[in-house]
C-alpha cells in the first residue's frame, strides 16, 4: 500500500493489523513552508522522499521487529492446497486452537517429504488435542499439488491431512524469519501458536536436519497443560508425569521425589 503526501510516499507492509514504530515527517508546500508535522503509523519497510525541485530521492529501510514468544504471530493469508483442493486459507480461521505451523524449503527435495508425511500421518494425534498442523514453503499451490499426486515411490507426498500453503512472494516466510533471502528458500523453521494466536516455540533447523514429530507433539501437549493448570513442566516431560507448581516452598515437593 502506498501513501501519497506531496514529497513523502510511504511504502506500507500491510501483513500486520499493528503499527511496528510512529514516525513524524515535517512536510514542505509548495511554496517551501513547512507545514504541520504529519504523524505516520505503520509497519513501514520502505519510505521514499522525492524533493520537489529534484529528481533525488532518499529510502529508508527500516527491518520489522523480531520475533517475541507470548507475542501475536504474524497474521497470514495465502492459497492451499487441502484435500486435493485450491483453498484460501488464512491464520485467523484458527483462532481457539492450537497451530504448528512448520517451513520446507523445497518441494520434489528428500529430508522435505520425509517431514510432511510423519506430519500428515499424525495430524489426527494432534487434532484429537485441538491442535491443526501446516505445511509451509515458497513453492506454488500448483507445485504443491503436483507433488501430492506424485506417488511416494517415486517421491512424492501422496494423499496428505494437512494443508500445504503457498508463500511465492516470501512473504509469510520473511515475516517469520525463517527465509534466506540469497536462495529464496525457508529454513526448517516451525512454530507452536496457542488458541490466542500467540506465539509458544520458535525452533529453526538448518536445510539438511529434518524435525520431531513426537517432540512437537509434546511441546504442544505441555503448553496446553500449563495454560489449563497453571504448574510447569520439567525436562521430558509427557502426558501423567509430574510437574511443578511454580513457588519456592511448593516447588520443594517436586525436588525431594524427582531427587
Not at 529501510?61 to 483442493?85: D, H, R
Not at 520446507?104 to 499424525?122: G, H, K, M, N, Q
Request: net charge neutral.
Amino acid at each position: 500500500m502506498s501513501i501519497l503526501f506531496k514529497n513523502i510516499v510511504i511504502v506500507q507492509d500491510t501483513g500486520n493489523t499493528k503499527p511496528l514504530m510512529t514516525i513524524a515527517f515535517p512536510i514542505a508546500d509548495i511554496t517551501g513552508y513547512r507545514s504541520p508535522v504529519f504523524i505516520c503509523h505503520f509497519h513501514a519497510v520502505v519510505v521514499w522522499c522525492r524533493c520537489q525541485f529534484s529528481n533525488a530521492a532518499v529510502f529508508f529501510i527500516f527491518n520489522k521487529m523480531p520475533l517475541q514468544l507470548t507475542k501475536p504471530a504474524p497474521q497470514f493469508k495465502t492459497t492451499a492446497v487441502v484435500n486435493g483442493e485450491f483453498k484460501d486459507v488464512a491464520l485467523s480461521d484458527y483462532k481457539g486452537k492450537y497451530v504448528v505451523l512448520f517451513f520446507y524449503p523445497l518441494d520434489f527435495t528428500f529430508v522435505c517429504p520425509t517431514e510432511i508425511i510423519a506430519f500428515s500421518e499424525r495430524a489426527d494425534d494432534f487434532r484429537k488435542i485441538g491442535c491443526e498442523v501446516i505445511g509451509a514453503s515458497t513453492d506454488s499451490h500448483f507445485t504443491h499439488l503436483a507433488w501430492i499426486n506424485t506417488p511416494r515411490k517415486q517421491g512424492g507426498l501422496g494423499p496428505m491431512n494437512i494443508p500445504l500453503i503457498s508463500d511465492k512472494s516470501h512473504r509469510i516466510s520473511r515475516d517469520y524469519g525463517v527465509l534466506d533471502e540469497e536462495s529464496g528458500i525457508p529454513f526448517r523453521g516451525l512454530f507452536i501458536i496457542d488458541d490466542k494466536q500467540n506465539l509458544r516455540q520458535i525452533t529453526i533447523n538448518d536445510l539438511p536436519v529434518g524435525r520431531s514429530v513426537d517432540e512437537t507433539l509434546r511441546l504442544v501437549q505441555a503448553f496446553q497443560f500449563t495454560d489449563k493448570h497453571g504448574e510447569v513442566c520439567p525436562a521430558n516431560w509427557t502426558p501423567g508425569a509430574k510437574t511443578i507448581k511454580p513457588d519456592t516452598k511448593a516447588a520443594q515437593e517436586y525436588f525431594v521425589d524427582a531427587n
